[in-house]
């Protein structure tokens, strides 16, 4: 059986924080993001929105449907959260 590292976990992070950062700053995406934020309910957006918010409930959904270790959902959010902020002071 493979055991999961700490590479494995940030490797995920990057990943999941990419998908993130394509829909919500890309320029790429802009119309696209504007029509689905402006037919979207507000809970909804604000979980698309939040970095936490759309790892957790990325990491839970495949959590739930392929079997992802229970530590992922507890440690990737952190450390996405923690990627957003250094992008968010990186890009000022």
């Not at 700053?25 to 939040?50: A, M, Q, T, V, W």
């Not at 079997?67 to 992922?72: A, M, Q, V």
Request: hydrophobic share 55%.
């Amino acid at each position: 059986m493979y055991k999961i590292g700490s590479e494995d976990i940030v490797l995920y992070s990057l990943v999941i924080w990419f998908f993130f950062w394509l829909y919500n700053h890309s320029y790429i995406l802009e119309k696209f993001r504007d029509c689905i934020n402006s037919k979207l309910p507000f809970l909804i957006k604000y979980g698309i929105g939040c970095s936490f918010c759309f790892t957790f409930w990325v990491t839970l959904f495949l959590f739930i449907m392929t079997g992802l270790p229970l530590i992922f959902l507890f440690v990737a959010p952190v450390i996405n959260l923690f990627i957003e902020l250094i992008y968010q002071k990186l890009s000022k």
